[in-house]
C-alpha cells in the first residue's frame, strides 16, 4: 500500500494567517492525490482534487500543489471556518490511502 | 443536491457479520460513479474499505477484501456493506461517499465528493 504521511501533525495559526499542510507519498503518485477537511463529528469535505483543481464551491484561498511524492496544500487567509482536520488521500492506486491528518488550530 | 445516509446497527458481536445500507438521494446510483465505504477510528484513521460501480466493477482493499461484500441495488438506489468476522478493530464510524471517475492521463482522477453523515458501529459482546 502507499504510504501518505503528513506534516505537521497539528498547526496553531491566527485568522487572517497563510497556512501550509504538507503531504508526502511512499512513491510516486504523480498528480492523483486529493485534500479534504473534516469538522469535529462531521463528514469529510472535499477541497481539491488531481492536486491542484478545486472542487465545486470551494473557496479560492484554498489551493493545492506539488506531484509525484510532495504535495502542499496552502490556506492564503485563514478563517474562523477553515479550523478543522486536514487529510490528503491518494488515488493512484487501490487501496486509496490517506494521510494520518492534520490539525489546525485557533492560536 | 446529492445526499447519502449510512443506516444499520450501532451494535455488532464479536466473530458476527457487519451489515450497513447506505441510501442515496437525489442522484440515481445508475450513474457513472463508484460507490463506496470509508471508515475511521481513533487507533487507525480514515480507512478505505472499497467501493463499487453499477456495472459491477469494484474497487477492493486487499486488507479486508476476503470479509467485505459491497452491493449496489438501483431499484432501491441503496448500496450495502456486509463486513463479516467482525472482532473490536472493526469499531469505528462508517461512511458511504460517491466516488467521481474524472478522466485523466494515464488514469483515471477518482475523488469523493459526496459523504453520508456516518453511522458509528461498536463491535462488543
Known amino acids: 500500500d502507499i504510504q501518505m504521511t503528513q506534516s505537521p501533525s497539528s498547526l496553531s495559526a491566527s485568522v487572517g494567517a497563510r497556512v501550509t499542510i504538507t503531504c508526502r507519498a511512499s512513491e510516486s503518485i504523480s498528480i492523483y492525490l486529493n485534500w479534504y477537511h473534516q469538522k469535529p463529528g462531521n463528514d469529510p469535505k472535499l477541497l481539491i482534487y488531481?492536486?491542484?483543481s478545486l472542487q465545486s464551491g470551494v473557496p479560492s484561498r484554498f489551493s493545492g500543489s506539488g506531484s509525484g511524492t510532495d504535495f502542499t496544500l496552502t490556506i492564503s487567509s485563514l478563517q474562523p471556518e477553515d479550523f478543522a482536520t486536514y487529510f490528503c488521500q491518494q488515488s493512484y492506486n487501490t487501496p486509496y490511502t490517506f494521510g494520518q491528518g492534520t490539525k489546525l488550530e485557533i492560536k | 443536491q446529492v445526499q447519502l445516509q449510512e443506516s444499520g446497527p450501532g451494535l455488532v458481536k464479536p466473530s458476527e457479520t457487519l451489515s450497513l445500507t447506505c441510501t442515496v438521494s437525489?442522484?440515481?446510483?445508475?450513474?457513472?460513479?463508484?460507490w463506496g465505504w470509508i471508515r475511521q477510528s481513533p487507533g487507525k484513521g480514515l480507512e478505505w474499505i472499497g467501493s463499487k460501480h453499477h456495472s459491477g466493477s469494484t474497487h477492493n482493499n486487499p486488507s479486508l477484501k476476503s470479509r467485505v461484500t459491497i452491493s449496489v441495488d438501483t431499484p432501491k438506489n441503496q448500496i450495502s456493506l456486509k463486513l463479516s468476522s467482525v472482532t473490536a478493530a472493526d469499531t469505528a464510524v462508517y461512511y458511504c461517499?460517491?466516488?467521481?471517475?474524472?478522466?485523466?492521463?494515464?488514469?483515471?482522477?477518482?475523488?469523493?465528493?459526496?459523504w453520508g453523515k456516518g453511522t458509528t458501529v461498536t463491535v462488543s459482546s
Open positions: 488531481a492536486a491542484s
Open positions: 437525489g442522484n440515481s446510483i445508475s450513474g457513472d460513479y463508484y
Open positions: 461517499a460517491r466516488e467521481v471517475i474524472e478522466s485523466g492521463s494515464p488514469l483515471n482522477y477518482y475523488y469523493m465528493d459526496v
